[in-house]
Structures are given as structure tokens and as C-alpha cells.
């Protein structure tokens, strides 16, 4: 073995053993051209500024999808934006105007930041701490910032959430939420100073793809309708979730992630298409709603609906929100009296 570490010695150029005396690279590995010019490896200037991605990212700043429009014709322009991680993700939301800190690592999320104050025009504001940021992942940022422009269209100048990162706590399923890819909000405020909390404005309504806002009781629902409505037409975030989606977010909008992914199913004001509303009068308890929506696949839920003897609603108009007249629950079977003698 002395003779193969003796061979490896004397194959690698080792630098000289005097001190002070100049160091050359042997003539193989001198980046010194024929001309006189040198040249420099890819990865010295692996820490310096690419000016052609500033010019990539300058582009995607002039790019734009097309208008988004509701079923009235207002539209919003969502901004494409080149998504990025890490130092650059920060580096790329400060130059945007965004005040985004750095924070400390947390587990589950990639590169967690703190983000305070508004975002595309739009203020974010934690309902417990006034003064508290918004623990995110960084590359979250990017959604919110394409949402913006919807809001804005509605003459939204503030959004109040409730609950953005949460560690996954020795769940089976982890959420976005562990992720730092999620805000949960509760209400948002006008221009003019209204606030539509989703809890008291929000009207459900079965929303279809020609007519995803429907016909709402209020102008609040059809303002909170419409802002959902633009986002899932924009294909802004992955999933988002309102009181037409399930029981547990019936006080918030659930809204996760980058852009729907091709094998979920598009949804409307956060319902899907086979799925009945939850607190249908066709539903005498909200459990035996509840129990066919967490089925896995859309067809067990659809078979555990149908062989229920609390079906959804038939023949409904989709442009109104129903009201507890539309249907009434229909009386279980009762079971025959048997005949057979009891043994004695």
C-alpha cells in the first residue's frame, strides 16, 4: 500500500516548499490562452449576479396572463412571475417592494421567511397580533402576489388570516400549513371601510362552470364569491377551500400552494362538481354529511350519498342560493315486522 500512496504523491502537482516563491498551475490546467487571454472557470462566479436572469426575471415581470372575468365582465390581470427559492427568492421579493426577513428554520418548510405589511398593494393582517408577520415559505410569496391583482379589483385593501405555518404535530397527512404554503383567511376589508367576514357574508350556492358566482343574496357574498371564483379561474393557488367545500372551514377560506395540479379537479367557488353542499336540508345531521365527503375517491363519495337515504338535491336552479325549502329529508325506511316465532 506505501507504494500506491507514493504514486498518488508524486502524480498530483503540490504547491512549492519554499515559502514566498510563486505558485503556477502546470501547463495542462493554466487557464492561459495562446493570446494572452485567460479563462475563467463557471464556478468562480458562482456567488456573483447573473445579469441575464435579471433580465429573465425583468421579462416575466412584462409578461402577463390574460384578463380574468367574472360572470358580470369586470376583469383583473394576473401577473406571471418567475418563481424562485432560497437567497434568491428573498434577494427577488426585496427588490419587488415586499418587506421579507429571513427566519429561522422550521421544520417542514424550505426557506421560511417573515413577511410584514402589504403585498402587491395588498395589506396582510394576522388577526391575533397585530404587529405579527406572516410565517411563510418564501416561495408562497409568489401566490400572493398574483392574487393581489384580484383583490384589488374588488376594492380589497386588507386581508385579515388567522393561521399560516403549523408543524405538522405527528399527523398521518401533513397539510400545506405544515409547509409554510398556506393562509387561512377570516374576513377582508373594503375601500370604503366594510369588512366581509366569510362566517356572516359568505351565502352558499351550487356555482357551475359557466356560472361559478351564482346569483347570491347579498352584494358581500357576491363580492367574497367572485374574488374565489377569479382565483380558481386563474389558476393562482392549489387548492382553495370555502363554506361551500366542507364543514370545517365554514368560518374561513382555506388557499394553498402554486397552481392547480393536472390530476385535481377543478372547483367551483371551492365545491366540486359531484359534491352536494355541506348543511344541505337534504342532510339531517352534518356527520352523515361529513362521513361520505372524507371517502377517497369521488365515486365512493358519490355512491355513499346515493345510498343514503338523505340524497342531494335534484333538478336545482344553480344560479340562486337555495334556501331550506328546496328540499326536505326523506323519512328512512322502516323495517317490516318479522313473522318468525320467537323460540321459547
Not at 384578463?67 to 427577488?92: F, Y
Amino acid at each position: 500500500m506505501h507504494w500506491i500512496a507514493l504514486f498518488l504523491l508524486t502524480a498530483i502537482p503540490l504547491p512549492p516548499t519554499w515559502p514566498g516563491e510563486p505558485y503556477s498551475l502546470p501547463a495542462e490546467m493554466d487557464p492561459t490562452l495562446a493570446d494572452g487571454s485567460s479563462i475563467e472557470p463557471e464556478y468562480w462566479n458562482i456567488f456573483e449576479e447573473d445579469d441575464e436572469d435579471d433580465e429573465h426575471d425583468a421579462d416575466h415581470e412584462k409578461e402577463a396572463d390574460g384578463p380574468v372575468e367574472d360572470d358580470e365582465g369586470s376583469t383583473a390581470v394576473v401577473p406571471k412571475v418567475a418563481v424562485l427559492t432560497g437567497t434568491a427568492c428573498i434577494r427577488d421579493l426585496v427588490r419587488r417592494g415586499i418587506d421579507v426577513k429571513a427566519a429561522p428554520g422550521k421544520r417542514g418548510v424550505e426557506t421560511p421567511v417573515h413577511v410584514f405589511g402589504k403585498i402587491g398593494g395588498v395589506e396582510w393582517y394576522y388577526a391575533w397580533d397585530p404587529k405579527g408577520a406572516m410565517n411563510i415559505d418564501c416561495k408562497f410569496v409568489y401566490s400572493l402576489l398574483r392574487f393581489a391583482p384580484i383583490l384589488a379589483a374588488n376594492n380589497v385593501k386588507r386581508v385579515t388570516y388567522t393561521s399560516t405555518y403549523r408543524p405538522a404535530e405527528g399527523r398521518r397527512i401533513i397539510s400545506q400549513h405544515g409547509h409554510g404554503l398556506a393562509v387561512d383567511v377570516r374576513s377582508v376589508t373594503l375601500n370604503d371601510g366594510r369588512e366581509l367576514v366569510v362566517l356572516r357574508d359568505w351565502r352558499k350556492a351550487y356555482g357551475t362552470k359557466d356560472n361559478c358566482v351564482g346569483k347570491p343574496s347579498t352584494p358581500e357574498a357576491k363580492i367574497l364569491r367572485t374574488i374565489i371564483c377569479q382565483a380558481e379561474k386563474a389558476d393562482i393557488f392549489r387548492l382553495m377551500l370555502t363554506p361551500d367545500s366542507d364543514w370545517s372551514h365554514q368560518n374561513h377560506f382555506h388557499i394553498d400552494g402554486l397552481g392547480r395540479i393536472d390530476w385535481m379537479r377543478p372547483r367551483h367557488g371551492g365545491r366540486l362538481a359531484d359534491q352536494p353542499l355541506p348543511g344541505e336540508p337534504a342532510f339531517e345531521n352534518w356527520w352523515k354529511w361529513y362521513v361520505c365527503y372524507k371517502k377517497r375517491t369521488p365515486r365512493a363519495r358519490e355512491r355513499c350519498w346515493n345510498n343514503r337515504a338523505y340524497l342531494k338535491p335534484r333538478n336545482v336552479d344553480t344560479t340562486r342560493t337555495l334556501s331550506p325549502s328546496v328540499q326536505k329529508p326523506r323519512e328512512p325506511k322502516r323495517r317490516a315486522p318479522s313473522r318468525r316465532k320467537s323460540r321459547r
